[in-house]
């Protein structure tokens, strides 16, 4: 069922599925394949542990390695300029930015918020499979709430052209945020209904001038508009 040859991020995957077996005890896991840190385990040991979640029939898809997309390089790069302390990544839907995230900055403390039980629960299970430094919650920006100054960089990618009440996701956002954000929407109409916005430069300009932050920086990859903004 599975192809061993797919691409995914194998640490990724060795999280879930010991995450998934610490949490419910299958697959069936010996205390040591679950307990040794996620670095420590050797190319045969993370071989055992994928092994066990193709049997159990776990969708290591998943965990499939999207830092190539445009948009998703143009914002890893992004952040290597800004070198986060901490991250708020708003949506984090199936993981296509996170993922990478969590690999390309190991270490640095990420709270991922999604509205999908499921998904907030898959991102718990690689958390408690080895990545202590992830939290997700089940939550809306919108009606969370938090300190000023929380996090030092919030991520809103793909997320925006879903909520309701946009004005109010970028302004808690933009509370929420120690130094910038960043987002990115995408840049033309297309047929996807969950879509509800289209938000232009000067709609953002706009939004986030109403916000009071107006340092925005524009950018874009094909299909994509990007945007930077400093507090």
Known sequence: MYDTNDRFDT?????????????????????????????????????????????AEMKLYRFKDHHDLPRVKRVLGLLSGVQPESLLDVGSGRGVFLFPFLKAFPGVPVT?????????????????????????????ITTWEMPDDTFDVVT????????????????????????CIILSVPSKPDD????????????????????????LHFDGVPNHLLMMAWK
């Open 112 to 140: 991922s918020l999604d509205l999908l039980a499921h998904r907030v629960e898959l991102l718990n299970d690689v958390q408690r499979g080895g990545y202590p430094h992830l939290t997700a919650l089940q939550q809306d």
């Open 192 to 215: 996807n209904p969950e879509h509800i916005h289209l938000l232009t430069k000067p709609i953002l300009t706009d939004l986030f001038a109403k916000a009071d932050c107006t340092n």
């Open 11 to 55: 640490p990724l995957a060795c999280a879930w599925v010991r995450g998934v077996s610490l949490r419910t005890g299958m697959p069936a896991l010996s205390a040591e394949l679950t307990s040794k840190p996620l670095a420590e385990l050797t190319e045969e040991e993370k071989q055992t542990i994928l092994a066990a979640g193709r049997k």
């Open 156 to 179: 809103l990618l793909e997320v925006l052209e879903h909520i309701p009440n946009v004005e109010e996701a970028i302004r808690a956002a933009v509370r929420l945020a120690r130094r």
